[in-house]
Protein backbone atom coordinates (compact mmCIF):
# COMPACT_ATOMS: atom_id res chain seq x y z
CA UNK A 1 0.00 0.00 0.00
CA UNK A 2 2.22 2.23 1.31
CA UNK A 3 4.22 1.27 -2.28
CA UNK A 4 0.91 2.21 -4.18
CA UNK A 5 1.08 5.48 -2.27
CA UNK A 6 4.17 6.40 -3.29
CA UNK A 7 3.94 5.63 -6.82
CA UNK A 8 0.78 7.25 -7.13
CA UNK A 9 2.28 10.87 -5.30
CA UNK A 10 5.32 10.88 -8.00
CA UNK A 11 2.89 10.59 -10.72
CA UNK A 12 1.00 13.31 -9.84
CA UNK A 13 4.14 15.58 -9.10
CA UNK A 14 5.48 14.82 -12.47
CA UNK A 15 1.61 15.73 -13.83
CA UNK A 16 1.48 18.79 -11.82
CA UNK A 17 5.29 20.00 -13.47
CA UNK A 18 4.30 19.15 -16.85
CA UNK A 19 1.03 21.55 -16.44
CA UNK A 20 3.32 24.53 -14.95
CA UNK A 21 5.72 24.07 -17.50
CA UNK A 22 2.95 24.37 -20.27
CA UNK A 23 0.78 27.38 -18.80
CA UNK A 24 4.31 29.33 -17.95
CA UNK A 25 6.61 28.54 -21.30
CA UNK A 26 3.99 30.63 -23.78
CA UNK A 27 4.17 33.94 -21.60
CA UNK A 28 8.07 32.96 -21.43
CA UNK A 29 8.19 32.80 -25.31
CA UNK A 30 5.75 35.43 -25.99
CA UNK A 31 8.15 37.81 -23.79
CA UNK A 32 11.14 36.84 -25.35
CA UNK A 33 9.72 37.90 -29.00
CA UNK A 34 8.35 40.92 -27.84
CA UNK A 35 11.70 41.92 -26.61
CA UNK A 36 13.05 41.25 -30.11
CA UNK A 37 10.35 43.43 -32.30
CA UNK A 38 10.16 46.47 -29.73
CA UNK A 39 9.94 49.40 -31.86
CA UNK A 40 12.20 53.11 -30.35
CA UNK A 41 10.55 55.77 -31.93
CA UNK A 42 12.04 58.76 -30.49
CA UNK A 43 13.02 62.42 -31.81
CA UNK A 44 16.87 61.48 -32.60
CA UNK A 45 15.87 58.27 -34.14
CA UNK A 46 12.38 58.17 -35.64
CA UNK A 47 10.85 55.67 -37.39
CA UNK A 48 9.85 56.68 -41.39
CA UNK A 49 6.51 56.36 -42.01
CA UNK A 50 4.00 57.13 -44.47
CA UNK A 51 0.20 58.04 -44.73
CA UNK A 52 -0.27 57.00 -48.13
CA UNK A 53 -4.09 58.16 -47.51
CA UNK A 54 -2.87 61.90 -46.97
CA UNK A 55 -0.57 62.91 -50.20
CA UNK A 56 -2.52 66.93 -49.13
CA UNK A 57 0.08 67.35 -46.54
CA UNK A 58 2.59 68.92 -48.47
CA UNK A 59 -0.03 70.02 -51.40
CA UNK A 60 1.66 71.93 -54.79
CA UNK A 61 -1.30 74.13 -56.69
CA UNK A 62 0.53 76.96 -58.99
CA UNK A 63 -0.62 78.85 -62.22
CA UNK A 64 1.10 79.11 -65.67
CA UNK A 65 0.14 81.25 -68.23
CA UNK A 66 1.37 81.48 -72.39
CA UNK A 67 0.26 83.67 -74.80
CA UNK A 68 0.85 83.04 -78.66
CA UNK A 69 2.65 84.80 -80.14
CA UNK A 70 4.41 86.00 -77.02
CA UNK A 71 3.33 88.94 -75.42
CA UNK A 72 2.58 90.43 -71.86
CA UNK A 73 -0.83 89.52 -71.55
CA UNK A 74 0.40 86.97 -68.98
CA UNK A 75 1.79 89.95 -66.89
CA UNK A 76 3.49 88.05 -64.01
CA UNK A 77 2.54 84.52 -64.24
CA UNK A 78 5.61 82.47 -65.61
CA UNK A 79 5.08 79.77 -68.28
CA UNK A 80 6.59 77.31 -65.91
CA UNK A 81 8.50 76.74 -62.77
CA UNK A 82 11.34 74.26 -61.50
CA UNK A 83 10.79 71.97 -58.74
CA UNK A 84 12.43 73.23 -55.58
CA UNK A 85 14.33 71.23 -52.79
CA UNK A 86 12.81 71.94 -49.87
CA UNK A 87 9.14 72.32 -48.96
CA UNK A 88 7.85 76.08 -47.69
CA UNK A 89 8.43 74.14 -44.06
CA UNK A 90 11.80 73.21 -44.83
CA UNK A 91 11.70 69.29 -45.76
CA UNK A 92 13.64 67.85 -47.91
CA UNK A 93 11.27 67.35 -51.58
CA UNK A 94 12.19 63.64 -52.89
CA UNK A 95 9.77 64.02 -55.82
CA UNK A 96 6.54 66.01 -57.24
CA UNK A 97 3.93 64.16 -58.26
CA UNK A 98 1.20 65.94 -60.21
CA UNK A 99 -2.21 64.86 -60.34
CA UNK A 100 -4.07 67.33 -61.80
CA UNK A 101 -3.83 69.50 -64.83
CA UNK A 102 -6.39 72.53 -66.27
CA UNK A 103 -6.65 74.71 -68.97
CA UNK A 104 -8.77 77.83 -70.13
CA UNK A 105 -8.11 79.72 -72.98
CA UNK A 106 -9.34 82.90 -74.73
CA UNK A 107 -8.39 83.15 -78.51
CA UNK A 108 -9.16 86.09 -81.17
CA UNK A 109 -9.22 85.76 -84.45
CA UNK A 110 -9.99 81.79 -86.00
CA UNK A 111 -7.93 79.14 -84.35
CA UNK A 112 -8.03 75.86 -86.22
CA UNK A 113 -6.23 73.76 -84.40
CA UNK A 114 -4.47 74.13 -81.10
CA UNK A 115 -2.24 71.50 -79.11
CA UNK A 116 -0.76 71.86 -75.23
CA UNK A 117 1.41 69.55 -73.23
CA UNK A 118 3.15 69.78 -70.21
CA UNK A 119 6.70 68.69 -69.91
CA UNK A 120 8.66 67.49 -67.38
CA UNK A 121 11.86 65.09 -66.47
CA UNK A 122 12.63 62.40 -63.62
CA UNK A 123 15.75 61.47 -63.96
CA UNK A 124 15.56 58.33 -61.31
CA UNK A 125 14.33 54.50 -62.14
CA UNK A 126 16.15 55.16 -65.93
CA UNK A 127 14.86 52.96 -68.77
CA UNK A 128 17.49 51.92 -71.07
CA UNK A 129 20.07 53.98 -69.39
CA UNK A 130 18.30 57.28 -70.10
CA UNK A 131 15.97 59.60 -68.48
CA UNK A 132 13.94 60.81 -71.09
CA UNK A 133 11.24 64.03 -70.58
CA UNK A 134 7.34 63.43 -69.54
CA UNK A 135 5.03 64.61 -71.59
CA UNK A 136 1.00 65.05 -70.97
CA UNK A 137 -1.12 66.59 -73.83
CA UNK A 138 -4.02 68.18 -72.89
CA UNK A 139 -7.75 67.57 -74.81
CA UNK A 140 -9.40 70.59 -75.96
CA UNK A 141 -13.03 71.16 -76.19
CA UNK A 142 -13.91 74.58 -77.46
CA UNK A 143 -16.70 76.64 -75.69
CA UNK A 144 -19.28 79.42 -76.58
CA UNK A 145 -17.84 82.56 -76.02
CA UNK A 146 -18.50 86.50 -76.71
CA UNK A 147 -18.14 88.96 -79.20
CA UNK A 148 -16.68 86.29 -81.81
CA UNK A 149 -13.73 85.06 -79.59
CA UNK A 150 -13.88 81.19 -78.40
CA UNK A 151 -12.74 79.71 -75.54
CA UNK A 152 -11.30 76.16 -75.68
CA UNK A 153 -10.77 74.65 -72.26
CA UNK A 154 -9.61 71.70 -70.78
CA UNK A 155 -8.75 69.46 -67.68
CA UNK A 156 -6.94 66.45 -67.66
CA UNK A 157 -6.02 63.46 -64.43
CA UNK A 158 -2.69 62.74 -64.62
CA UNK A 159 -0.19 60.54 -62.85
CA UNK A 160 3.45 62.57 -63.27
CA UNK A 161 6.35 62.89 -61.96
CA UNK A 162 9.20 65.74 -61.65
CA UNK A 163 12.64 65.68 -59.77
CA UNK A 164 13.67 68.16 -57.77
CA UNK A 165 15.99 71.13 -59.77
CA UNK A 166 14.12 69.89 -62.98
CA UNK A 167 11.62 72.65 -64.63
CA UNK A 168 8.15 71.85 -65.10
CA UNK A 169 6.71 73.72 -68.58
CA UNK A 170 3.81 74.02 -70.18
CA UNK A 171 4.04 74.00 -74.14
CA UNK A 172 1.43 75.34 -76.39
CA UNK A 173 1.36 75.35 -80.44
CA UNK A 174 -1.55 76.24 -83.14
CA UNK A 175 -2.54 76.99 -86.49
CA UNK A 176 -4.58 79.94 -87.54
CA UNK A 177 -6.48 81.39 -90.75
CA UNK A 178 -6.15 84.62 -92.00
CA UNK A 179 -6.04 87.07 -89.82
CA UNK A 180 -4.00 86.02 -87.59
CA UNK A 181 -4.97 84.79 -84.27
CA UNK A 182 -3.80 85.54 -80.48
CA UNK A 183 -4.01 82.79 -77.92
CA UNK A 184 -3.76 83.24 -74.14
CA UNK A 185 -3.99 80.17 -72.26
CA UNK A 186 -4.01 79.92 -68.64
CA UNK A 187 -3.14 76.53 -66.70
CA UNK A 188 -3.39 75.51 -63.10
CA UNK A 189 -1.29 72.44 -61.98
CA UNK A 190 -2.39 70.36 -58.97
CA UNK A 191 -0.47 68.08 -56.95
CA UNK A 192 2.02 67.42 -54.31
CA UNK A 193 5.76 66.78 -52.82
CA UNK A 194 7.06 63.67 -52.36
CA UNK A 195 9.00 64.19 -48.65
CA UNK A 196 9.83 60.86 -46.93
Request: aromatic letters at 6%; one cysteine or more; proline letters at 9%.
Amino acid sequence: MRLMKRLLMGIGAVALAGTLLTLLAPKAVHAAVAALVEVANTPANPVPNADVNAPGEEPLQTQICLTTPISSDCGSTPSGFVVPATTSDGLSIKRLVIEQISASCSETGTVTSLQAYLGFQMNENQVNGSAFPGIIYLPFTPTPGNLGAKNPVSSATTRAYADPGTEVTMHQEFSTTSPPATLVCNYTVVGYYVTH
